[in-house]
């Protein structure tokens, strides 16, 4: 089992910029982690993510060039880097444990976070 603890979010104006993190705690830290964001009567979608050596990325075509995904694995953290903000991309963000290999599917991925809100006004 492992716990994920997502932080960073807030109400900024589009065009800013916004560094979201993901801290895990409970088992070692060397397991692919996605992003996900879900707005609010939508479904859960898929924005990025890293391999537990953070040998290969992915991220989803709406974010691509503007967000980037990363990882520290000597603080247990992987980071979301969010640029260029747009009203669109207002949603909760959650990051999970990935169960297989590489997937854009929600239901492939385990030990979600609570979620941190990210608001972006025009």
């Known amino acids: 089992q492992v716990q994920l603890v997502e932080s960073g979010g807030g109400l900024v104006q589009a065009g800013d910029s916004l560094r979201l993190s993901c801290a895990a705690s409970?088992?070692?830290?060397?397991?692919?982690v996605g992003w996900f964001r879900q707005a609010a009567g939508k479904e859960r979608e898929f924005v990025a993510s890293?391999?537990?050596?953070?040998?290969?990325?992915r991220h989803a075509d709406s974010v691509r060039g503007r967000f980037s995904i990363s990882r520290d694995n000597a603080k247990n953290t992987v980071y979301l880097q969010m640029n260029n903000l747009k009203p669109d991309d207002t949603a909760v963000y959650y990051c999970?444990?990935?169960?297989?290999?590489?997937?854009?599917?929600?239901?492939?991925?385990?030990?979600w976070g609570q979620g941190t809100q990210v608001t972006v006004s025009s």
């Open positions: 409970g088992r070692t830290f060397n397991f692919l």
């Open positions: 999970a444990r990935g169960r297989l290999g590489w997937s854009n599917l929600p239901s492939d991925y385990n030990d």
């Open positions: 890293i391999s537990g050596n953070g040998g290969w990325i």
